[in-house]
């Protein structure tokens, strides 16, 4: 075999790619640093966090602002394993209302995880990503709710922040002020090179192509890695097709208009959101809908905030491609081992296992719809959740969570988006058994009827 023929097979072994429906670790998960020891060049930054954490409570918050994708998330989960603690994330932009934000953080720090159960934690972190989206402005919403919380809060509270903002000046008041600038391109090259060589693809790409990625990613470590797989997925692509036609040693001539070509190319593919969610209700087997889940366009990939949204899309519209209650109940199953295989994947940072979350959705997508002819010709409604946490009945989720030993947190996103659907669609025959079941009083059985109208 020929040097050039066994350089191909390495890389074809080894990329990262959607095909055929699999989903692998997205390059920036896969090599995002999981320990301090990982993370370069932010020696002073490093120790400026790891003392605002070990001498909580003498400061009780922290603040790292800075351009988005320079390394700050990564940075706070990366102290918190080296450290053995818990992560409780929220972004603040799904907070709309103060309320909402104490309910939140409120039931997350009550609620107990895995590693709390088998003792590998000591303690918790609470991440507020992107507090500069929070509603509000100084004396009103979420900023003096913010406040109130780090007071109280028994758990250091870090938060990120994109840009320096005057309605924020009262929080960076009281936090530990930790700011990154812009990376320099020569750092995000060198970065990139190092994906490369890791994933076996050296020299697929000219250090001309990686310079201008590296420049046209204005300091995010995030957006360069992104496009570089989209640039080596690309090129491979059109590989395996000139090898199929032109036969064994064909190769493409990695010009810089080219790559940059298949890049916009491999863009156009993504779908927003709401086409992803209709074509995945719309699959009528596993295959085609993980492959629909895995096309949806994410701004940041390596968000479990944006993954979990495309669950609650799902749970708002899976009752419009079936009404049987079988079918429902199964999907309902594997979609909750899809909300904890989420879970644990954000606690442990284990993104090798994210392949397991998409597919346990698609699973449930597919229980409804096989047998089916398939499509979806519905709207696409976005999530309610975000709207039941301020108007939904005290009396239901008071109920419900004696009744399950769950959170206030876990009914109102998973099962009340069902509950309204089926209150909404009931001849009254639900709404009186669920009545019955949770023994309800007079008015609460009337606050639930009114809320079903909502």
Request: some cysteine; glycine content about 6%; proline content about 3%.
């Amino acid at each position: 075999m020929s040097k050039s023929n066994k350089s191909r097979k390495r890389r074809n072994s080894n990329t990262t790619r959607k095909s055929g429906g699999k989903i692998d670790i997205p390059w920036v998960e896969k090599y995002r640093p999981k320990t301090l020891k990982d993370i370069i060049g932010v020696d002073a930054k490093k120790k400026q966090l790891v003392k605002f954490l070990e001498e909580f409570p003498n400061q009780r918050a922290a603040v790292l602002l800075g351009p988005p994708g320079v390394g700050k998330t990564t940075l706070v989960l990366a102290a918190a394993r080296d450290m053995k603690k818990d992560v409780i994330e929220m972004n603040a932009s799904d907070a709309r209302s103060a309320e909402s934000i104490k309910k939140k953080i409120s039931e997350s720090t009550k609620t107990r995880s895995i590693t709390d159960f088998i003792g590998s934690t000591k303690g918790k972190i609470i991440l507020i990503d992107e507090v500069d989206g929070i509603h509000g402005n100084q004396d009103r919403g979420g900023v003096p709710t913010l406040l109130e919380i780090i007071k109280d809060s028994e758990y250091p509270i870090v938060m990120t922040c994109n840009e320096w903002l005057s309605k924020l000046q009262r929080i960076y008041k009281v936090s530990e002020m930790i700011k990154f600038r812009s990376v320099h391109p020569a750092s995000i090259r060198n970065v990139l090179k190092d994906v490369l060589e890791k994933e076996g693809h050296e020299g697929i790409i000219s250090d001309e192509i990686l310079e201008k990625i590296a420049e046209s990613a204005n300091g995010d470590f995030r957006s360069a890695i992104n496009d570089l797989q989209s640039l080596v997925e690309a090129l491979l692509h059109k590989e395996r097709i000139l090898e199929k036609d032109g036969g064994a040693g064909a190769r493409i001539d990695s010009t810089t208009k080219e790559l940059l070509e298949d890049l916009n190319s491999t863009r156009d593919e993504f779908l927003s959101i709401f086409d992803g969610i209709r074509q995945a209700l719309g699959s009528t087997t596993i295959a085609g809908a993980r492959r629909a889940i895995g096309n949806i366009e994410m701004p940041n990939v390596s968000s479990n905030f944006q993954w979990d949204t495309i669950l609650q899309y799902i749970l708002e519209n899976i009752h419009k491609i079936s009404r049987d209650d079988d079918k429902i109940a199964l999907a309902m199953d594997l979609f909750s081992s899809a909300d904890q295989m989420l879970g644990f994947v954000k606690e442990t940072q284990e993104w090798s296992l994210l392949a397991y979350f998409i597919n346990f959705v698609a699973a449930g997508i597919a229980s409804i719809t096989n047998g089916s002819k398939g499509g979806f010709n519905s709207s696409v409604d976005q999530p309610k959740f975000r709207f039941f946490r301020d108007s939904s009945p005290t009396e239901l989720l008071d109920a419900i969570s004696r009744t399950f030993q769950v959170s206030h947190r876990d009914i109102k996103e998973e099962l009340f988006p069902v509950i309204k659907h089926m209150l909404i669609q009931d001849d009254g025959v639900f709404k009186k058994e669920l009545q019955e079941w949770l023994d309800l009083d007079a008015a609460g059985k009337r606050k639930i009827s009114k809320w079903a109208m909502k």
